[in-house]
Every structure is written in structure tokens, then in C-alpha cells.
């Protein structure tokens, strides 16, 4: 069992930056794979970035790459996403899911395939 609490959402300007964190309770934090998803009022939760359970290997989704990071400090049971050269189509509730299986097999982004979910955070981004 996981408990996750994102942080660091909040209103920027277009072309800025915010970095969100993940904080995560329980022993096992370092064995999950985790991933970062979004969700836009009347849309789908649709899926932002993933990272290993040891941070050694990302996967992003093609709206965010080369914008966004994840990575993970396993010391500090903490996931991060760095999203920098935001765009009003960022605007989201921001959640962070932990799998409990891994990536073995290939990286998952449907929301059905994480196990865990925070509460999310808010991101808007004004234009």
C-alpha cells in the first residue's frame, strides 16, 4: 500500500515553468513504477510521462516531450515533473499513479494499468 500527495501546482504564464512533486508514503515506494497523468474538466485522464522504478528509463507522451521531465528520488520517496515552456493546453488537475507491476512488456499509459493514485494538483496556464 501507497499513500501519494502531489504538490506544486498553480497559476503561470505562457512560456513558464512549474515543477510538480509526488510524495509518497510506504516501504515499497522504490519498487513502483510511476507515471504522471492530467485531466482537463469534460475530458479523459490522459496520460503525461512515466519513469522505471529506478528512474533509468522515461517514456512521454508525444504533446509534452521535449518540455516536460519526470524523475525520481527513491531516497526521498518523491517523483517530480518539471514542466517548463507551458502552454495554455497544459492547463489540468495533475495526478501522480504508481504500478505496482513495473514496465516489463512495454510502457503503460492508460490510467486502468496504475494501481495508485494521488489527489491531484491544479495546474492553469494563462495566455
Known amino acids: 500500500q501507497v499513500q501519494l500527495v502531489e504538490s506544486g501546482g498553480g497559476l503561470v504564464q505562457a512560456g513558464g515553468s512549474l515543477r510538480l512533486s509526488c510524495a509518497a508514503s510506504?516501504?515499497?515506494?522504490?519498487?513502483?513504477?510511476m507515471g504522471w497523468f492530467r485531466q482537463a474538466p469534460g475530458t479523459e485522464r490522459e496520460f503525461v510521462a512515466a519513469t522505471t522504478w529506478r528512474g533509468d528509463s522515461t517514456y512521454y507522451a508525444d504533446s509534452v516531450k521535449g518540455r516536460f521531465t519526470i524523475s525520481r528520488d527513491n531516497a526521498k520517496n518523491t517523483v517530480y515533473l518539471q514542466m517548463n515552456s507551458l502552454k495554455p493546453k497544459d492547463t489540468a488537475t495533475y495526478y501522480c499513479?504508481?504500478?505496482?507491476?513495473?514496465?516489463?512488456?512495454?510502457?503503460?499509459?492508460?490510467?486502468?494499468?496504475?494501481?495508485?493514485w494521488g489527489q491531484g494538483t491544479p495546474v492553469t496556464v494563462s495566455s
Open positions: 499513479a504508481a504500478r505496482t507491476l513495473g514496465m516489463k512488456g512495454g510502457w503503460r499509459t492508460s490510467p486502468y494499468d496504475y494501481d495508485y
Open positions: 510506504g516501504r515499497t515506494f522504490g519498487s513502483y513504477a
